[in-house]
């Protein structure tokens, strides 16, 4: 089922994208990709570090949250996982609503200073949540302003600041980072849950790399783009 529609998408693209050809053209030495200078941007390096603290919390949540509320919160599994879905439902307007926004301002900085404060705070919340309509308030908040709804501002501001000739090695740098937190960040909530015997302290690393990459933001140079 998974696959079928991959293979339709596969054609469309062959079939329907049609790249525009290019004269060659030489590139100078000093416009050419190379990797090291992507780590010479200060914004690019800030936007990785962001990148990976906000995919850290996010997947804390979508690999444990269903087994936090029924171990911790005493919920049936169908509970939990009814629950844990609300976050990508409501990710689905944020991510529209917070790029179009990002767009209008022609910055990316502001937009994100204002939603990962958001992120820190319904993360920590989930802890504290007592009843349902208190975990569903934190869960949708997250949804709206969480990693989904923050990564397209985030490749916005990548795009803005890397050069055309490594825009794509650019982008495959933010997704290593992106997916290297995937990997750590289950691992770890899993290691801490066993040393301590609660999921409580995983989510409150999760806050704290969080504030981590708050900080990192709050170091981006950015001069507003023209719409």
Known sequence: MVAIPIVIITLLMICCIKEKGSALVEIPNSQKTNFSKLFKNRNLVLAYITIFCSIHGFFVIITWLPNYLEVEKGMSKIEASQIASIVPWISIIGTILCSYISD????????????????????????????????????????????????????????DNALKVSLSTAFGLYNFFGMTASICAP?????????????????????????????????????????
């Open 187 to 227: 691992y770890f909530t899993g290691l801490i849950a066993d040393k301590t015997g609660s999921l409580n302290s995983g989510f409150y690393l999760a806050a704290v790399i969080t504030m981590v990459g708050i900080t990192a933001m709050l170091f981006v140079r950015e001069r507003q783009t023209a719409n």
């Open 104 to 159: 209008k301002l022609g910055r990316r900085k502001p937009v994100i200073l204002f939603m990962m404060p958001l992120s820190l705070i319904a993360i920590f919340s989930i802890v504290y949540c007592h009843s349902y309509i208190e975990l569903i308030a934190v869960l949708v908040l997250y949804g709206f302003i969480g990693k989904i709804s923050l990564n397209p501002v985030l490749i916005g501001l990548v795009a």
